[in-house]
């Protein structure tokens, strides 16, 4: 606990007074930190993930695609209940798929 006290008095050295500079110093430096990390790590995965969300649901019937394992193919079936697509790798065969398994549309 003593040290806990200490490090947001800023070290625990003179009167009580002169300790509550610490706490404010302590934020001052997490504040900005935070937002540095908000601005270079979470706001970009965001923008990532509502674009891949938006191709999701702009998949239709005849895109050509490829999956998150590296597989290309041509979207057969979409069945949004289930949220499983059907992709065509060759004329015989059909593998079925995860929505959320759709890396990216891929222009033919």
């Known amino acids: 606990m003593n040290i806990l006290l200490m490090f ?6 003179g009167a009580a007074g002169q300790g ?11 504040i900005p930190l935070f937002l540095i990390m908000y ?10 993930q509502k674009e891949h969300d938006k191709m999701l649901k702009e998949l239709k019937k ?11 193919g041509t979207i ?3 069945n949004d209940e289930k949220n499983v697509i059907v992709i065509k790798l ?4 059909k593998v079925e798929f995860l929505k959320s398994a759709i890396a990216a549309r891929v222009d033919s």
């Open 90 to 93: 060759t004329e015989e065969v």
């Open 76 to 78: 057969f079936a979409i």
């Open 8 to 13: 947001f008095m800023g070290g625990g050295s």
């Open 20 to 30: 509550g500079g610490g706490l404010l110093a302590t934020w001052g430096v997490l």
């Open 62 to 72: 005849g895109d050509r695609v490829v999956t998150s394992s590296g597989m290309y």
């Open 39 to 48: 601005l270079l790590l979470i706001r970009p995965q965001r923008k990532r």
